[in-house]
């Protein structure tokens, strides 16, 4: 291990402050939305997390063979995570055969199971690990209002129409975002269609809409870069929901607009065509 990786303490408050800051912007209300990070090592894990049991993973991920997952606990506030990290954030290590692992928590421990959601979180690390050999990626669910409110509106629920229409309202966006987001249909939360949606979709996208759901993000950086890119497409989704309720009067920015902030920061995006 390199001396300048985080420690478990940084990566616990990184995962803190992401939840933190998703509850600020109104994208988790009670204890939903969830997070996980994916390691290639983690030292110091057992000294943090002392409780073991084995666990049977909810699909095979063969990718992560030996790595260390820090995932957050179903029901757990992400608001409370910052406040005693050890209390809602579960330690999963994959065993060599990718099917099973052990699972290892704290004394402190205030849930029962792993998110809802652990088998998209799984199945995006394994695929994103699998694919890129990354020695650090981050995953956020998250449920953003107006993101989610867009996506009840039928025109809205295709990339086209949503990039274009939440890519215009701020500079910043085309720079943040510069891939866009993809959009995917109403699926059942937890199930199998949803997770095989979700990871053909973070495949082209870094953050994807569940229509009349939420988001998924994902990061090679951090919990909080992950974050980021949420507060970004949410406050897309903000501008124009004010303008829909508004009388569409605001114009947004151009494409010509948007096209020279691209070129100014260098960036690469389908969006700017």
């Known amino acids: 291990m390199t001396t300048d990786r985080p420690t478990i303490e940084q990566y616990l408050a990184n995962m803190g402050a992401a939840g933190h800051r998703i509850c600020e ?3 988790s209300e009670a204890g939903a939305g969830n997070i996980s990070l994916c390691l290639d090592e983690l030292p ?8 073991s049991e084995r666990i049977e993973l909810p699909l095979a991920a063969p990718a992560l063979a030996g790595r260390t997952l820090l995932v957050t606990g179903s029901g757990r506030r992400l608001r409370q995570i910052a406040d ?12 060599p055969d990718g099917i099973h692992a ?3 928590t704290s004394p402190q421990r205030q849930f029962e199971k792993l998110t809802s959601e652990f088998n998209s979180h ?11 050999n990354l020695p650090f990626h981050a995953v956020v669910h998250a449920q953003p209002p107006h993101l989610t ?15 274009r229409r939440i890519l215009r309202w ?9 891939g866009g987001i993809g959009v995917l249909e109403f699926m059942v939360p937890g199930s199998a269609e949803l997770m095989d949606a979700n990871v053909k979709g973070l495949r082209d996208f870094e953050i994807v809409l569940w229509s009349k759901h939420g988001v998924m993000a994902r990061s090679d950086l951090s919990a909080t870069r992950a974050v980021d890119r949420v507060e970004y497409a949410e406050t897309g989704a903000k501008y124009e929901y004010m303008n829909l309720t508004g009388g569409g009067q605001a114009e ?4 010509e607009e948007i096209r020279a902030v691209a070129q100014a920061f260098g960036v690469t995006s389908p969006w700017i065509a």
């Open 25 to 27: 912007i109104d994208a």
């Open 44 to 51: 110091r894990v057992r000294q943090v997390f002392p409780i």
């Open 84 to 95: 005693n990290p050890v209390a809602a954030i579960a330690a999963v290590i994959v065993e």
């Open 102 to 104: 052990e699972m290892l």
């Open 122 to 132: 799984l199945a995006v690390h394994d695929d994103q690990v699998g694919r890129r």
């Open 149 to 163: 409110y867009l996506s009840h509106v039928p025109q809205y629920r295709d990339n086209e129409t949503m990039n």
């Open 170 to 178: 701020e500079p910043e966006s085309i720079v943040a975002l510069p």
């Open 252 to 255: 947004g920015l151009s494409l």
